[in-house]
């Protein structure tokens, strides 16, 4: 079982930044995929970023150029940096795990979640 908590949301205006850190109780961390997906109110969880065991990145399309994801496998933690934050960004954040991802993008894969962390972006 692999436990995952997000750290890092808040309230922050049109234009700012924020760090998203996900931490993992797991010694085999590195062997894990790890994926942030965000859901706002009223819609559908959707993918934000993934990375691979190697470091692979993968964004959708809109937050491509302003959000960077990244691991420190060292401190079995995900980071979300997010640049240029739109009001449209705001949503609940969650990390994920995967130890077998055939698709970064579908919820499917992801073995653990965790329980999130509030982004607010106000205009």
């Known amino acids: 079982q692999v436990q995952l908590v997000e750290s890092g949301g808040g309230l922050v205006q049109a234009g700012d930044s924020l760090r998203l850190s996900c931490a993992a109780s797991?010694?085999?961390?590195?062997?894990?995929?790890m994926g942030w997906f965000r859901q706002a109110p009223g819609k559908e969880r959707e993918f934000v970023a993934a990375i691979s065991r190697s470091g692979i990145t993968h964004y959708t399309d809109s937050v491509k150029g302003r959000f960077t994801i990244s691991r420190d496998n060292a401190k079995n933690t995900v980071y979300l940096q997010m640049n240029t934050l739109k009001p449209e960004d705001t949503a609940v954040y969650c990390c994920?795990?995967?130890?077998?991802?055939?698709?970064?993008?579908?919820?499917?894969?992801?073995?653990?979640w965790g329980q999130g962390t509030q982004v607010t972006v106000a205009s």
């Open positions: 994920a795990a995967t130890y077998a991802p055939n698709d970064y993008r579908a919820t499917g894969p992801y073995d653990y």
């Open positions: 797991t010694r085999t961390f590195s062997m894990y995929a």
